[in-house]
Antibody, heavy 118, light 108 residues
Framework: EVQLVESGGGLVEPGGSLRLSCAVS????????MTWVRQAPGKGLEWVGR??????????EYIEAVKGRFFISRDDSRRELYLQMSSLKIEDTATYYC?????????WGQGTLVIVSP | QAVVTQEPSVTVSPGGTVTLTCGSS?????????PYWFQQRPGQAPRTLIY???FKHPWTPARFSGSLFGGIFALTVSGAQPDDEADYYC?????????FGGGTKLTV
């Protein structure tokens, strides 16, 4: 069974930093492109960024709104995905979902809520 | 950035058939956009229903189908059930990045 479990969300002040983690099981993690998707309260889904596999150079892509502030990384030995967020803005408030793009976006986590507020 | 368009809301009677559509601001939607449909029930995480335009996952009910026609990506629900009441999001790929549509709230 494919499982993805996010953690690390919480309340942070504008300008602050937070690191999200995603622990995965049930699929070959090091063969998968991994993605973060977010959803602001009451709003739609927004693709945040993705990291490719190690043998593809760990290529990363991000939406413009987070470039230079967010950084995606992975630890294949731990089967974990990370999202380092810095210079956080109020508009970054959202539930952040970890997703595997492999095999037809086969797995979504339950999400972790990040609230950016003074 | 490209904009992906969806109907904000659609209503269908139980047992009826309904089609949700997904368009792209850059032109016709094609298989090269690797189109996806996702379902999100209230209070739940999204789940993937349709990938690469028409492929289904084992958990995708048979009454859901994805198709490309006339430059539009569509999700058809044949014989809608109350359990299908949810938000539906399409997603298209543009040179490696992904863009979600604004979502369609389906009321059954």
């Amino acid at each position: 069974e494919v499982q993805l479990v996010e953690s690390g969300g919480g309340l942070v002040e504008p300008g602050g930093s937070l690191r999200l983690s995603c622990a995965v099981s049930g699929f070959t993690f090091n063969d998968a492109w991994m993605t973060w998707v977010r959803q602001a309260p009451g709003k739609g889904l927004e693709w945040v960024g993705r990291i490719k596999k190690k043998n593809e150079g760990l290529t990363r892509e991000y939406i413009e709104a987070v470039k230079g502030r967010f950084f995606i990384s992975r630890d294949d030995s731990r089967r974990e995905l990370y999202l380092q967020m810095s210079s956080l803005k109020i508009e970054d408030t959202a539930t952040y979902y970890c997703v595997t793009e492999g095999w037809g976006w086969i797995g979504w986590g339950q999400g972790t809520l990040v609230i950016v507020s003074p | 950035q490209a904009v992906v368009t969806q109907e904000p809301s659609v209503t269908v009677s139980p047992g009826g058939t309904v089609t949700l559509t997904c368009g792209s601001s850059t032109g016709p939607v094609t298989s090269g956009h690797y189109p996806y449909w996702f379902q999100q029930r209230p209070g739940q995480a999204p789940r993937t229903l349709i990938y690469d335009a028409g492929f289904k996952h084992p958990w995708t009910p048979a009454r859901f189908s994805g198709s490309l026609f006339g430059g539009i990506f569509a999700l058809t629900v044949s014989g809608a059930q109350p359990d299908d009441e949810a938000d539906y999001y399409c997603m298209l790929s543009y040179s490696g990045t992904r863009v979600f549509g604004g979502g369609t709230k389906l009321t059954v």
